[in-house]
């Protein structure tokens, strides 16, 4: 008796084996083209054949039809010359966030969080015009005032090379002359 049952288990399984394969075949004709008739033939047996099939064949079935649809798509796309790639949105350069930290410490202090990122960045670029414009500068002096520890300390020895370093050269460049001015105000505000 068990040797009957293993039997049946086996053409039972092999059935459904063979309907997943028509399905599929039946389903694939659908991706085609639905103008022959023979394809239509198959699309009309499918629901019989989808009855018998478990949930979880069901679902893996639906995915990969839904799989092999997006891969025509895209195919159909790059043919018709279109591109098939999602445009990835633009994120604020290094500049942008620093600046957008330093206006919300100065205009909304209350939901302002320090960022040692953002704030290395702007000590970095501090003596740059074109990177710290003349407007964030004025806000940066302030911001300048409460720095503390190290950083204070780091600030200030950078400034007085920069200092010497400009000293030494007799350069008239305007944008020397405008580091020169900065460095100034900031040597001025932390010595």
Same mark, same amino acid.
């Given at each position: 008796?068990?040797?009957? /049952?293993?039997?049946?288990?086996?053409?039972k399984?092999?059935?459904?084996?063979? %309907?997943?394969? %028509?399905?599929?075949?039946?389903?694939?004709?659908?991706?085609?083209?639905? =103008?022959?008739?023979?394809?239509?033939?198959? /699309?009309?047996?499918?629901?019989?054949?989808?009855?018998?099939?478990?949930?979880?064949?069901?679902?893996?079935?639906?995915?990969?039809?839904?799989k092999?649809?997006?891969?025509?798509?895209?195919?159909?796309?790059?043919?018709?010359?279109?591109?098939?790639?999602?445009?990835?949105? %633009?994120?604020?350069?290094?500049?942008?966030?620093?600046?957008?930290?330093? =206006?919300?410490?100065?205009?909304t202090?209350?939901?302002?969080? #320090?960022?040692? =990122?953002?704030?290395?960045?702007?000590?970095?670029?501090?003596?740059?015009?074109?990177?710290?414009?003349?407007?964030? #500068?004025?806000?940066?002096?302030?911001?300048? %005032?409460?720095?503390?520890?190290?950083?204070?300390?780091? =600030? @200030?020895?950078?400034?007085?090379? #920069?200092?010497?370093?400009?000293?030494?050269?007799? @350069?008239?460049?305007?944008?020397?002359?405008?580091?020169?001015?900065r460095?100034?105000?900031v040597?001025?505000?932390?010595?």
């Amino acid at each position: 008796m068990p040797k009957m /049952n293993v039997e049946k288990k086996e053409k039972k399984a092999e059935k459904r084996k063979k %309907q997943k394969q %028509q399905q599929h075949v039946a389903q694939k004709g659908e991706l085609e083209s639905e =103008t022959e008739p023979k394809k239509k033939k198959q /699309n009309l047996q499918a629901p019989k054949e989808e009855e018998e099939l478990t949930a979880e064949e069901r679902r893996k079935l639906e995915r990969k039809l839904k799989k092999e649809r997006k891969k025509k798509e895209k195919q159909l796309m790059r043919e018709a010359g279109i591109s098939t790639k999602k445009a990835e949105p %633009q994120k604020p350069s290094g500049s942008e966030r620093a600046l957008a930290y330093l =206006t919300s410490w100065s205009e909304t202090p209350e939901e302002w969080k #320090f960022q040692k =990122t953002r704030q290395t960045w702007l000590l970095l670029h501090m003596y740059d015009k074109e990177k710290v414009p003349d407007k964030y #500068f004025t806000i940066l002096l302030d911001y300048l %005032q409460g720095l503390q520890g190290s950083a204070r300390d780091i =600030t @200030v020895q950078k400034a007085e090379a #920069f200092m010497k370093e400009l000293d030494g050269s007799e @350069v008239e460049d305007p944008k020397l002359l405008e580091k020169c001015e900065r460095i100034r105000q900031v040597l001025q505000l932390l010595s």
